[in-house]
Antibody, heavy 120, light 107 residues
Framework: EVQLVEAGGGLVQPGESLRLSCAVS????????MDWVRQAPGKGLEWVGR??????????AYAASVKGRFTVSRDDSNNSVGLQMNNLQIEDTAVYYC???????????WGQGTMVTVSP | DVQVTQSPSSLSASVGDKVTMTCRAS??????LAWFRQKPGKVPESLIY???TLQSGVPSRFSGSGSGTYFTLTIDSLQPEDFATYFC?????????FGQGTNLEIK
């Protein structure tokens, strides 16, 4: 079964770090573009970042709001994708979704999401 | 950054109605636009990509059209499960940008 399962969310204080993981099953993550999307409580969707498929050289891109603080990575040995979040701010509070994107344009499979709360 | 504007922000309709919502981009994004449906408390679901290509498994009552800066999502014969929030996403330019959403409510 094709599935994405996020983990690693929790409650942290401003300035702290957190690492999210996205466990992939049913396909090989390095063959696909993988995105992170977040949704603050009661708000809309915000694209966070992407890692290209390995064939594309693992290129990465980020939203302006997280650039320099967040890093998307891939762990081929565990068939997973990660999101390292540093210097977290209150406005980073959101549910974070991992999303598969075949060919970079389909966004077809979404994980269930993991909640990150940043609070003093 | 490209700005993406959805309209209307909310829409009331009845089961069986046909509705259309729009998404406008501030720059030409070719056909690099996707639509998603998010039911209350649930994970977003992909409906349309490349402006008009129906995602596998999505009912044919959904259709998308447009290119450049103007796109529409049409739902023929609304079903109870269609009352949800709809988001568009431009993915031609980095950073990718979502519209603010259209909330489709039961009249």
């Amino acid at each position: 079964e094709v599935q994405l399962v996020e983990a690693g969310g929790g409650l942290v204080q401003p300035g702290e770090s957190l690492r999210l993981s996205c466990a992939v099953s049913g396909f090989t993550s390095s063959d696909y573009f993988m995105d992170w999307v977040r949704q603050a409580p009661g708000k809309g969707l915000e694209w966070v970042g992407r890692i290209a498929r390995k064939l594309g050289g693992d290129d990465r891109a980020y939203a302006a709001s997280v650039k320099g603080r967040f890093t998307v990575s891939r762990d081929d040995s565990n068939n997973s994708v990660g999101l390292q979040m540093n210097n977290l701010q209150i406005e980073d509070t959101a549910v974070y979704y991992c999303v598969r994107s075949p060919l970079g344009n389909v966004f077809d499979i979404w994980g269930q999401g993991t909640m990150v709360t940043v609070s003093p | 950054d490209v700005q993406v504007t959805q309209s209307p922000s909310s829409l009331s309709a009845s089961v069986g109605d046909k509705v259309t919502m729009t998404c406008r981009a501030s720059q030409d994004v070719r056909t690099s636009l996707a639509w998603f449906r998010q039911k209350p408390g649930k994970v977003p679901e992909s409906l349309i990509y490349a402006g008009s290509t129906l995602q596998s498994g999505v009912p044919s009552r959904f259709s998308g059209s447009g290119s450049g800066t103007y796109f529409t999502l049409t739902i023929d014969s609304l079903q109870p499960e269609d009352f949800a929030t709809y988001f568009c996403l431009q993915y031609y330019f980095f950073p990718f940008i979502f519209g603010q959403g259209t909330n489709l409510e039961i009249k």
